[in-house]
């Protein structure tokens, strides 16, 4: 990271705010990007990522953070990714095997039995997974139990349709927080700009959300609205308090982020005993629920927890891209984020992008949360925030900080998470496997990040980080 | 690269050579065991933890007890783990709704979920599916359900039986209690043991004082969670430097920080001890029970246990459970080390009061009543 204003050397570095990936549809070129300067590097969004990676190597003197920065955004082919999920999924597999019981009995007997052992193994490892599959997407039982109905009106008014699509359903609702938190995270990655903060915004979001959702009365559509802008606003705050304190004292925002997840988190606790969000009557420390007319609605069917903030969410990613690579604002965002410096010289105000960083990406953070209360929970604990505000580091480290990726890393876990469920009730794995191939994954992924960080490489090609990782998990 | 490709198919093919060579004799073996037992009259019991996990030493890893103490008790109508009983865990919030869903899916007969914040999502599933039997651990419902077991425990009787035995066991006049977060459930037991030191200073014309707790201004000390155990053994310390000798911690694993620092008090010859809350300590945590005076218990492990024996027997009425001196569902634990040690004369007050709480004639006020 580079410091406060003015402390960064003056270095006329490539001002590339980077390729955009699959999603690019081309050089982001903005309409009045103001000097001939920005106009020319602008055009440096166009070349692959070799070519930037070159320019970059030879400059040894940027700051460790600002490195892992850019090998996050611009680092990792999807190739390697894919190999990092494969890496977890196999050493995943290996721990459900040997931590299971059965498994380690039949080890013990090898050499009586090594069939045995072998195939406990197997049985162990793949029943996990079969069972995770099962519930992340689809069920093979549901699919003839409909075909068991007499007709398909019977199967579909009796549930047996709906709960073929009960897998899916779980892992867009699973998805849902973690793609909003995940944008929150990426959007302020390309400016440069590390939100550990996720977890204090999504605070925030959801206590204007709740706030708004049981104690105000409005009509249908316009309260569910309501309570959604609200939750934007609320986590916006947050947002815009790290970029002043940034901004306006140089405080650096990882700190900030940090310290007030815990001040938000007590906050919330505080609240909930009050009568200000607390449930009257009641000393549990637990809110209202919140109106009907403020409950998102579930867009396929009463019985799948699915509901429109899989919309809200979807919606925003594609906003988030379009701010990043269509408008002016997003281009100075990725500017300020490739060198602060080189943005200064070009007349950007990097203090006011910072705050409007951080107002955006709370304000994503904030939806969250409103979608949280409003789609699932309906109501606010002390625990709500749950681990969302890290899962969202993790999402965005893995979806490269693009929106398109943070939906399929968000999409990823949301399976996840919806199969270690499933996993858990039928084959007694524990659930927290899932955490465990998830850090596997963004282990895998961030460990190149990692080596070409330390050794201040960039840019090597996916067949030699294909080989680096081959060689991680082999010895 | 190649290399690895090369083992690891050569691993592949040994694995799936073992499996179709072994799969014959372990499938036969384990199938005959386990399928008798679950016939078409048998039933499941199955849990839901809250975020604390199934061994949080706390009221998820009673609850489980209780359930595996059912199991022991009916072995011919309920299997063993993982056929007969089992469980899920929760790792946040958002697990309550589909761990339960899961569970109604695999029909359990009884589903135990466990805390106030399962509170809603145990009410959503029981009022969906009526028949479902249900038993919800520190909660329950007005009006109440009728497929749902709401078990709570008024733990202020027998902390009010703990705050008396410490303040009579007290050398320096000063005992000290403190919570993990200033939640009801937690300042119950610190409501009882402050009116059961004022209740022995009445009684006695003495002047002991708590440290950590005041019931009437509710202010006192807290640790901020459940877990950091350095948090406890800080704090302990503190008290101990206060004069205290006498520490009742009501905040989960965080008392074993406290154990820690007693134990250090004790090791430099500082005479200092303590009271357990919850479990009884001296079996969830044996390597301190020398300091343990006694534990002022939760009977979960036997409310869920009865929960689910009635499921079983087809009596299972559903409202709500109120855990008292008087039906055992709360309770001062075995004094173990401290049996020579606690004074007679003190035993037999205790006895009284016990009696006294249990007919209603000496009360035990809390501001967070269950």
Redesign the interface.
Known sequence: MSGPPGEGPVTPGPVTPGPDGPQSPGPGTPQDAGTPAIATSASGDAPPPASGGEETAQDGRQPFGRIILESIVEGNSAMVTTLAIVAAIVVGGLLIAFTDP?VLT?WSNFSA???????????SAAGSYSAMFEGAIFNPHTIAAVFQQASLASALHDGYVSAVFNPLS?TAV?AT?LILAGLAVALAFRAGLFNIGATSQWIGGAMLATWLGFGVSLPPFIHCVVCVIGGFVGGAVIGWVVGVLKARTGAHEVIVTIMLNYVMEYLL?YLL?TSALGKPGS????SP?IAGSAVLPHIAGPSL?INAGFLVALAAAVGVWWLLSRSTLGFEFRTVGANPSAARAAGMSVERTWILVFLIAGGLAGLSGAA?VQG????L?F??Y??YGIDAITVALLGRARPLGTVLAALLYGGL??GG??M??VT?T???MT?VIQALIVLFVAAPAFVRALFRLRGAKAGGE??TL??GW?G | MRGTIKTAAAFTVVALLAAACGSNTSKAGGGSSNSPSTSATGLKACMVTDTGGIDDRSFNSSSWQGVQEAQAADPSQIAAYPTGIKYLQSTTQSNYVPNINAFVGDKCGMIVTVGYLMGPATETAAKAHPSQHFGIVDYNYTPVLKNVDGLLFDTVQDAFLGGYLAAGMTKTGKVATFGGEDFPTVTIYMDGFWDGVQYYNSQHHKSVKVLGWDEQTQKGAFTGDFTNQTKGETLTGTFLTEGADIIFPVAGNVGLGAAKAVQDADSQGDNANMEWVDTDGCVSAPQYCKYFITSVEKGIQTAVKNAILTSVKGTFAGGNYIGTLANGGVTLAPYHDFASKVPAALQSELATIKTGIENGTIKTPTKSPV
């Not at chain 1, 090594?114 to 049985?123: E, I, L, R, Y």
């Not at chain 1, 000393?283 to 637990?286: E, P, S």
């Not at chain 1, 699932?376 to 109501?379: E, I, N, P, R, S």
């Open positions: 059965v039949a039995n090594p069939g045995n052992a072998f195939a406990q193994a197997w049985d779980e699973n927080p606790s005993g000393n549990d420390l637990i629920n927890r949280v699932t929970d309906h109501f604990t625990q709500s749950g681990t998470y919806a469920v499933q858990q009730a007694q524990p659930a927290s955490e294909g080989q081959a060689k082999s």
